[in-house]
């Protein structure tokens, strides 16, 4: 790949400005409990179904019609805000999430057909399960982080669980900056459309 031709993208469902706001708020209830973390800003928070790290341009021009395919095929669903949790765990932990429920299933279902679509477009299958989150903040030193599973449990249940409705897909580019990575949409593809 072309260094200066090269996209760093990923695939997304964006999120309303509501369920922003109510990330904001648990970041907000968080942030005096939980250590040596660097906080995702709520802007930049999206229910990533496929990171491609650096897409040439070539690879570009073939990528869109992966996704229109799969988006084609997709019904909106519904989803919320679930429990929050870390990766791997909380004992050492590197990512701080808040999961989701609802039409998971459809979720799973989806990203599975996107990985097909992809594969078969000539792109690399991701080897590991899909797990549905949203990412709060990543750990600088997991081993600051004392006393995590104690501070999720004061924000379980004090968040709004309202459903929304994922209606499409959106390609994003990603440009890494000194005060952290800036999204940029590309294009949206909405689901069910032919």
């Known amino acids: 790949m072309a260094g200066e031709a090269a996209i760093r993208a990923f695939l997304a469902i964006d999120l309303p400005e509501g369920l922003r706001d109510e ?15 660097r906080w995702t800003r709520p802007e ?16 570009m021009d073939t990528l869109p019609q992966a996704i229109e395919k799969t988006a084609a095929g997709a019904q909106p669903f ?13 004992r050492k932990p590197r990512v701080l999430w808040i999961g989701v ?20 477009a000539g792109f690399r299958r991701e080897n590991r ?24 449990e004061t924000v ?3 968040y709004r669980t309202e459903s929304f409705t994922a209606e499409g897909l959106t390609l994003f580019k990603s440009d ?13 593809f909405p689901f069910g459309k032919k």
């Open 176 to 188: 890494l900056k000194p005060g952290g990575a800036v999204y940029t949409a590309l294009k949206y």
């Open 101 to 120: 429920e609802g039409d998971v299933a459809k979720l799973a279902g989806l990203q599975q057909g996107l990985e097909g679509n992809l594969e078969t």
């Open 23 to 37: 990330l904001r708020k648990i970041q907000d209830r968080l942030k005096p409990r939980v250590d040596d973390i």
């Open 129 to 152: 399960p899909f797990r549905p989150h949203l990412t709060l903040g990543r750990f600088r030193d997991a081993a600051k982080s004392a006393g995590l599973e104690s501070a999720l």
């Open 156 to 158: 379980k249940g004090l």
């Open 44 to 59: 930049g928070i999206h229910l990533t179904l496929k990171f491609f790290g650096n897409v040439s341009k070539d690879e």
């Open 78 to 90: 519904s989803f919320r805000l679930g429990a929050p949790g870390a990766f791997p765990g909380t």
